[in-house]
């Protein structure tokens, strides 16, 4: 079956330090990838895709992901955590022949402490 | 430019109740779809409407449907309402619909319904 899963559901890091949050797909075929962010009682912000181009996806606030096929994986990363990023952050995928429906993991709420 | 307007924002309905939410896509854009999300969780895909016809359900029951107008905005209803039913929900909008997936689906800020 496919699907998408999120190891961690809550990472805590010191502000400035390098943020690494874990999104690992299952598929037969490559699926097309997104990370998502969601503040208290806010809807969902898109921060960056994948779709098959440039595996290296550079996103908004300093956020990137790499896509890695072997590895199944599309960890977001960014170098140097600010408060502000303190959030729930979701990875998502739509699977080809699977219309736009997108496909959540569990979410990782990232706190960022001084 | 406008993002995705969803109204109401809150809603409290009783159990067995109908409910109706609505949602305005980016302009330009003609798919809608709703999600719904449970707290602690992700959220679950419910429905998708390019051009006014339904192109994709998930994994719920008849008593929740849906519908898109001529100017692409949509109404979710759900009726016979249960203690479960209450959630965020959301919509989300994009430019067109492709089979293969891919396109980038930008959220409204979701209304939250509760269930007592």
């Known amino acids: 079956a496919q699907s998408v899963t999120q190891l961690g559901s809550h990472v805590s890091v010191s502000e400035g330090a390098l943020v690494l949050l874990r999104c690992n797909y299952s598929?037969?075929?490559?699926?097309?990838l997104f990370w998502y962010v969601q503040y208290p009682n806010q809807g969902l912000q898109l921060l960056l895709k994948?779709?098959?181009?440039?595996?290296l996806v550079k996103g908004i606030n300093g956020f990137e992901a790499e896509f890695k096929k072997s590895e199944t994986s599309f960890h977001l990363t960014k170098p140097s955590a600010h408060m502000s990023d303190a959030a729930e952050y979701f990875c998502?995928?739509?699977?080809?022949?699977?219309?736009?429906?997108?496909?959540f993991g569990t979410g990782t709420q990232l706190k960022v402490e001084l | 430019d406008a993002g995705v307007t969803q109204s109401p924002t809150h809603l409290i309905k009783t159990r067995g109740q109908q409910v109706t939410l609505r949602c305005s896509p980016i302009?330009?854009?003609?798919?809608v779809s709703w999600y719904q999300q449970v707290l602690g969780q992700g959220p679950q895909f419910i429905f998708q409407?390019?051009?006014?016809?339904?192109?994709g359900r998930g994994n719920f029951p008849d008593r929740f449907s849906a519908r898109q107008f001529p100017n692409y905005s949509s109404e979710l209803n759900v009726n016979a309402l249960l203690l479960g039913d209450s959630a965020l929900y959301l919509c989300?909008?994009?430019?067109?619909?492709?089979?293969?997936?891919?396109?980038?689906?930008?959220f409204g800020p979701g209304t939250r319904l509760t269930v007592t």
């Open positions: 998502a995928v739509t699977f080809p022949g699977g219309g736009n429906k997108l496909t």
């Open positions: 989300a909008s994009s430019l067109q619909f492709i089979g293969t997936g891919g396109y980038e689906q930008y």
């Open positions: 409407y390019y051009e006014k016809e339904e192109r």
């Open positions: 994948y779709t098959s181009a440039a595996t």
């Open positions: 598929s037969s075929v490559p699926p097309y």
């Open positions: 302009s330009g854009h003609k798919s």
